[in-house]
């Protein structure tokens, strides 16, 4: 296992869920955290947890990553002992709505869009270059079965999510001969706030969507995300493919009782 002590790991959306666990698991290691999301308040808490827990330097700050004027901004205003970046977990994203793509509302398809493949690209963009120049580095994408297999009324967050799987696998191309790694990370279900905001906030509707089964936990993504970016250097995950035991692809799910 590679050394992550001290290597500069930016997490994209980490005031929930997955990024939230991934940031504390890549803390746990050592790393020093760079965590953004738009909720900046939850941010400040996790970093006091993280540096009281595990002694490491944390760095937060607002961004909306539908904002690629904003994006550019602000990673290129980033304080100078955090701008090389090691390690790029691309996390933010969300899906609105599940209805017949034909009825949905354009404006969920365009808050996915922004987020899950504009706002990644943005801030690939944004830290990629600077990774090359250093001779390191490590882009991890979070994918979905979504982007593996197609489900109903929700064409348009799993069209974003295949567009997560192609894009990393056309970034790993444009990367050869670099030594920068690139992985895409792509979980079934995990129980986080996703439900929630795809529901606009209707808990009880999201707390449906795990009912007898046992889904995936943040942390067990996390784990897989510090085990990709703990590999030797020569060594390139590209693809991680997980779900909880009961589930197999996004339309075969075993529900108990
Ligand atoms: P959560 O809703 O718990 O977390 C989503 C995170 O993304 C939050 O920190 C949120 O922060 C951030 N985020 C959303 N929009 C933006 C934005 N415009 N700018 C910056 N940050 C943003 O969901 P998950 O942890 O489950 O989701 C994380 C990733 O994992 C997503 O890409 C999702 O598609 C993917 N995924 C989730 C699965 C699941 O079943 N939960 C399965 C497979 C993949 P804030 O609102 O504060 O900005
Ligand atoms: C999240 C998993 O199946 O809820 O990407 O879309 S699913």
């Known amino acids: 296992m590679a050394s992550l002590r001290d290597r500069i790991v930016f997490v994209t959306g980490a005031s929930s869920g997955i990024g939230k666990a991934t940031a504390t698991a890549f803390a746990a290691e050592g790393a020093k955290m760079l965590l953004c ?33 904003a994006v550019d901004t602000t990673l290129a205003g980033l ?29 969920n398809w365009d808050e996915m869009i922004d987020t899950n493949i504009r706002g990644l690209l ?3 963009k944004a830290i990629v270059p600077g990774m090359i120049e250093r001779g390191r580095g490590h882009v ?28 990393s696998q056309g970034l ?8 920068v790694r690139v992985t895409s990370v792509d979980p079934g279900m995990v129980e986080t706030e996703f439900s929630e905001v795809r529901f606009r906030g209707d808990k009880d509707k999201a707390k449906k969507v795990y009912e007898n089964i046992t889904p995936l936990e943040p942390e067990d993504v996390a784990d897989a995300i510090v085990w990709a970016a703990s590999r ?26």
């Not at 994918?143 to 295949?162: E, F, I, M, Q, R």
């Open 37 to 69: 999301a738009r909720r900046a308040d939850r941010l400040v808490d996790l970093a006091k947890e993280l540096t009281a827990a595990h002694g490491v330097a944390v760095h937060t700050f607002s961004l909306d990553v539908q904002d690629r004027a």
């Open 79 to 107: 304080p100078q002992e955090w701008k090389a970046v090691d390690v790029l977990v691309n996390n933010a994203g969300l899906s609105r709505g599940l209805d017949k793509v034909y009825l949905d509302d354009p404006k």
């Open 122 to 124: 943005a801030v690939t």
């Open 140 to 167: 991890i994408n979070l994918g979905s079965t979504a982007g593996h297999v197609t489900y109903a009324n929700g064409t348009v967050y799993c069209a974003t999510k295949a567009a997560e799987r192609v894009l």
């Open 172 to 179: 790993k191309l444009d990367l050869m001969g670099t030594p």
């Open 232 to 257: 030797p250097p020569r060594v390139n995950i590209h693809e991680i493919l997980m779900t909880t035991i009961d589930q197999a692809n996004s339309l075969v799910l075993h529900r108990r009782g």
